[in-house]
């Protein structure tokens, strides 16, 4: 796919965009990774990984079977919404789910045994893709996450939509399964603990308590960088992010994720020296350009419990 690096992208970003040519960096060897002969070739290289400007399918393709640890997926969730020129975000309801599970399938054939699949939608999709995850590709369920993010309007006659689904799969028994835990909820004006733990406060480990399956604490990305009307890639919150690959991987591991947007999943691995490889239709020099400036990373204040 051709872009054009000066509309909607670079010139929105007023910082040094650094020449990768003069970049002393190692760039990422994606060759033990892609087929051999791959039709399609990396828009963009960092140190740890390789993005591409394809769409989702023709990118999972060319990856091998059974090399990816963890799969992340943050699809377009079919609500009308505008991506750039050459996503469609409007689709029968019908061809949505099948266009969906023809990349899923073809993602999940890149896992390796216990890998972790995790897919963020809208719970009306996630809860026919989950069932196909499990019947159909015979996935194992571990979680649905309900991610609290309260951004979209009441709607008459149902329940006011106040949580994301995050489905949490894995290819068998999860060769990777790491503990997080979170800081003790606090009161931000008084101090005090916001919850009451039945006179059990003392006894808990000063790491934290464990992480739940309900994560109310991912902030919504407001930054104008990422809300400019010029500018159509959606940024989830590194946080989210963080914690996927926190809990799914081990430093050296190899993530995926086909809808790559603004690069959030990128540039947390980068972050993290987890290597990736994604793709976006639309969004590859906005990932370019953040990959090779400011990764834009939120705090995070979760606690990795190795113990
Ligand atoms: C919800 S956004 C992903 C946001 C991303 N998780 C982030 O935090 O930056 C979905 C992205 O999918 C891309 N997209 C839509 N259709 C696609 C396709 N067929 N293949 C690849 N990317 C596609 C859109 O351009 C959009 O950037």
Redesign the pocket.
């Known amino acids: 796919m051709d872009f054009d690096d000066t509309v909607d992208t670079l010139d929105l970003f007023s910082t040094d965009s650094k020449d990768i040519a003069l970049d002393p960096r190692p760039v990422f060897d994606e060759s033990p990774f892609v087929m051999d002969e791959p039709e399609v070739a990396p828009y963009f290289r960092s140190p740890h990984g390789a993005v591409y400007g ?4 023709l ?1 999972l393709q060319n990856i091998k079977d059974e090399v990816v640890d963890t799969i992340f997926a ?4 079919n609500l009308k919404k505008e ?2 020129k ?4 409007n689709l029968p309801p019908d061809e949505y789910i099948s266009w969906c599970k023809s990349w899923i399938k073809e993602a999940a054939r890149t896992l390796k045994p216990g890998g972790a699949f995790f897919l ?1 939608n809208i719970p009306k999709w996630n809860v026919i893709l989950g069932a196909y995850m499990a019947e159909e590709l015979g996935l194992e369920f571990r979680h649905w996450i309900a991610v609290d993010l309260k951004v979209g309007l009441p709607i008459r006659n149902r329940l006011y939509p106040a949580h994301y689904s995050l489905l949490y799969y894995t290819k068998g028994r999860p060769k990777t399964f790491r503990k997080v835990r979170t800081p003790i909820a606090t009161c931000r004006h008084c101090g005090g603990d916001i919850k009451d733990y039945g006179g059990h406060r003392k006894a808990m480990n000063p790491k934290g308590v464990n992480l739940t399956d309900i994560w109310t604490d991912i902030p919504p990305v407001r930054h104008q960088k990422y809300k400019s009307d010029k500018r ?5 919150s590194s946080k989210l ?1 963080d914690r996927v690959v926190e809990i799914s991987t081990e430093p050296g591991d190899l993530v995926i ?9 990128f540039a947390v691995c980068e972050a993290k020296h987890r290597k990736w490889l994604g ?5 590859a020099p906005v990932i370019k350009h953040r990959l090779q400036n400011d990764l834009y990373l939120h705090q995070n204040t979760d606690v990795l419990d190795l113990d």
Do not use: Q, R, V
């Open positions: 394809e769409d989702c399918n990118f943050d699809p377009p969730f991506y750039g050459n996503s469609n975000d963020y159509k890639a959606n940024a989830l992010l994720d086909p809808f790559g947007g603004s690069g959030t999943t793709t976006d239709i639309d969004f």
